[in-house]
């Protein structure tokens, strides 16, 4: 499922002798090869061209391992043989309706050892350099079929480093491992188009150890404890989600299932290190999901909940759909931050990651709107320290903000900068200050009714501003706020 971006236009051997011969495979089809990105302005690799994948099957088996060494030999890829214990066994089926006619395509994933590949069930050919995984499929794949590619991948998955510096992909714990993926990190541990245009329904089951549990996005279909004293955890995500929203956490865990007034499941999943101190803010969850609703309107998905997990490292929580992750017990704003993303990233997500700002500037929005509602700062308050330079404690946070616009950050190292969140954040102030609480909460409810299940860009945001309140004149707010470099010259 994507909202279409616009493609690389990419020139093979293939294409050029279209004219003269037939090409890519048997069928009588001519095809061309699909791109290997879809030219995402900060990850121009990201994603691939010529399909749109519908849903993901994943059926990982987890082995700890005694050295954690990563398998970065991507091109030692060898037909199915038995191999020494890996810590992860994988086979992903990637359902997808091809958008040309395709002789080739690409799918994302780094690291892994490919042992075998399948199109429709026939065996196909394929190739990798870096992250692009290129499948040569028996035949050409015709434009609108819809057709499975099945990926049996076996290794120690990579911990990728963000042009950040933090950390995401597969991040080995204590006593498992969780699965983290924003921006590029799905596809450490499956092959997948992983852009976030490119959204689908999951099946994602996971076979652990005796003694050890797995949590994954939506729901627990089944869990079921073979002879040997594994268990195989079955998870499913009914609607559409971004590949970077997808996660497993494997380890120990205190599980509280519960559900919230209206009858949500709730799901929680708390390394029992930290349940002693998530056990209260963890209880504000149904309250913050009542309080969300109300604000932001109906909640886009058929449960909720949380996990939390040690992760010393990555020090950052995560939206994942149905289930953000915490890297250890959250304070309340930052859990009101991850259940916004669930309206705000997850149902409406960005159309590329040069739009995080609605993302980011949303959640943050939320915190200071939670605030607000529960006798902390006002909102106007919270954006008055931020323009004044004394919300932060330290001199240069405070100047960061003004640091380039939300809309526009300077590089692929500064996507989870203050411009973005608190910046972004002040952009919505702005909005709500020219058109008023009432029309303020129609557009943000609108606007997540709108793009629910699909995806936006910042234009979309600003045509449907101007929609819902056809007699407010915006263009300073985006001229200053959103696009401009700089601080604004008036608060
Ligand atoms: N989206 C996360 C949050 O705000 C933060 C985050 C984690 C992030 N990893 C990232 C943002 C990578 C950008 C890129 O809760
Ligand atoms: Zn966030």
Redo the contacts with the bound molecule.
């Keep these: 499922m994507s909202r279409s971006v616009p493609l690389v236009p990419t020139v093979t051997a293939c294409a050029l002798a279209l004219v003269l011969t037939a090409c890519g495979g048997t069928g009588g089809v001519h095809g061309t090869a699909g791109s290997a990105g879809v030219a995402d302005p900060y990850f121009p690799k990201a994603g691939n061209g010529g399909y749109d994948v519908t849903h993901y099957t994943l059926t990982l088996a987890y082995t700890p391992s005694t050295s954690d060494t990563p398998d970065t030999s991507d091109t030692s890829d060898t037909p199915d043989t038995p191999h020494t214990p890996t810590p992860l066994t994988g086979t992903t089926t990637i359902t997808a309706r091809a958008t040309q006619n395709l002789s080739a395509y690409d799918l994302d994933l780094k690291g892994m050892r490919v042992n075998s590949l399948t199109v429709d069930g026939k065996k196909a050919s394929w190739t990798r350099t870096d992250q692009e995984l290129t499948v040569r499929p028996p035949s050409t794949v015709p434009q609108g079929k819809t057709f499975k590619t099945t990926v049996h991948y076996s290794g120690t998955p990579e911990t990728i480093t963000?042009p950040?510096g933090?950390e995401?992909g597969w991040l080995p714990t204590a006593d498992g491992a969780l699965a983290?993926g924003?921006?590029t990190g799905a596809m450490a541990w499956f092959p997948a188009d992983d852009h976030p245009s490119d959204k689908a329904t999951y099946d994602i089951t996971i076979t652990v150890p005796k003694g050890l549990q797995a949590v994954s996005n939506g729901e627990l279909r089944t869990e079921k404890t073979a002879g040997d004293g594994r268990t195989t955890y079955s998870w499913r995500m009914t609607h559409p989600m971004a590949s970077y929203l997808a996660t497993v956490a494997i380890g120990h865990y205190d599980i509280t299932r519960t559900t919230t007034k209206n009858g949500l499941p709730v799901y929680v999943a708390v390394d029992p290190q930290e349940a002693a101190a998530s056990r209260k803010v963890l209880a504000k969850i149904p309250e913050i999901m009542e309080w969300a609703e109300y604000n932001f309107g109906p909640y886009p998905f058929s449960s909720t909940g949380a996990i939390v997990d040690r992760r010393g490292d990555a020090g950052?929580?995560?939206?994942t759909q149905t289930r953000?992750f915490f890297p250890g017990a959250p304070d309340t704003a930052?859990l009101v931050?991850?259940l916004a993303?669930q309206w705000y990233?997850d149902s409406v997500t960005p159309e590329t990651w040069r739009d995080?700002w609605l993302?980011?500037g949303f959640?943050t929005y939320a915190e200071w709107l939670w605030a607000e509602d529960h006798d902390g700062d006002t909102a106007q308050q919270t954006f008055d320290a931020l323009y004044r330079g004394t919300y932060f404690d330290d001199k240069r946070d405070n100047e960061e903000i003004w640091a380039f616009p939300p809309a526009r950050p300077t590089s692929a190292a500064h996507?989870?900068d203050s411009p973005v969140?608190e910046r972004g954040a002040m952009v919505l102030h702005k909005i709500r200050q020219t058109v008023g609480d009432a029309r303020f909460y129609d557009i943000v409810q609108g606007w997540a009714a709108a793009h629910r299940y699909g995806n936006a860009n910042t234009a979309d945001f600003t045509a449907y501003v101007q929609k819902m309140a056809p007699g407010k004149d915006f263009s300073g707010i985006w001229k200053d706020w959103l696009y401009g470099e700089g601080k604004p010259a008036r608060p």
């Design positions: 963000d950040d933090s995401e983290l924003e921006p950052y929580a995560l939206e953000p930052t931050h991850e993303h990233g995080m993302n980011e959640a996507i989870s969140y």
